[in-house]
């Protein structure tokens, strides 16, 4: 079956300028996850979406914001890019019940 | 944000040496996880562990919850080449669901 698939992989932004990066997870697969990966600060959680909601928030500022459809695919929104923005962001999914993810290649947004 | 102790950070070793890393939190967790990450991948799932003092083997790898439930160990038997990456821990601690810590991650070098 397809796996995780993000777009785009790759994204250079101005600072100040939004993003939204989208994320459709394996099919049947319900449970969206999003992570941003830092050399310093390693995987860190931003949030996590089931059927539309959102079940479960880290501690990033409200810039980050998150969305999921109907179809269990998922978008991930940052406002106001700052430098420290720059990041591999990574989502994951799996099915309810199910331990562990299945994760998508990345987006890596470089903020100029 | 709160991050599990990996150790060690980086490791060289012969091609056939066996390799061992563990993971250490101060928490207790109900479930731990085992990921590989190859340069500009996302992180693949290796192993789960579900209860304390599990001992699962997946190929050449080796992967036990600790009886304390407060840390895991990763081996790799007679490592190869294509073992070079990054090792993530991850685990979901007691109380808490829909959301995985990781680890600062150890990188493998392997020497032919």
């Known amino acids: 079956k397809a796996g995780v698939t993000q777009t785009p992989r790759y994204l250079i932004k101005t600072r100040g300028q939004q993003v939204t990066l989208s994320c459709s997870p394996i099919s049947g697969h319900r449970s969206v996850s999003w992570y941003q990966q830092t050399p310093g600060q390693g995987l860190q959680f931003l949030f996590e979406?089931?059927?539309?909601?959102?079940?479960n928030k880290g501690n990033f500022p409200g810039r980050f914001s998150g969305r999921q459809f109907s179809n269990s695919r998922s978008e991930m929104n940052v406002s106001t890019l700052e430098l420290g923005d720059s990041a591999l962001y990574l989502c994951?999914?799996?099915?309810?019940?199910?331990?562990?993810?299945?994760f998508g290649s990345g987006t890596r947004l470089t903020v100029v | 944000g709160q991050q599990l102790n990996q150790s060690p950070q980086s490791m060289f070793i012969q091609e056939g040496e066996d390799v061992s890393m563990n993971c250490t939190s101060s928490?207790?967790?109900?479930?731990w996880l085992w990921y590989k990450q190859d340069p500009g991948e996302g992180p693949v799932l290796l192993i789960a562990?579900?209860?304390?003092?599990e001992l699962t083997s997946n190929g050449r790898l080796t992967a036990q919850f600790g009886i304390t439930r407060k840390d895991s160990f990763l081996n790799i038997s007679a490592s190869i080449p294509s073992d070079v990456g990054i090792y993530f821990c991850a685990g979901q601690e007691s109380g808490t669901t829909y959301k995985y810590i990781f680890g600062t991650g150890t990188r493998l070098k392997v020497l032919a």
């Open positions: 994951a999914s799996s099915s309810q019940g199910e331990y562990g993810y299945t």
């Open positions: 928490s207790i967790f109900n479930t």
């Open positions: 979406y089931f059927s539309e909601t959102q079940r």
């Open positions: 562990l579900y209860k304390a003092g």
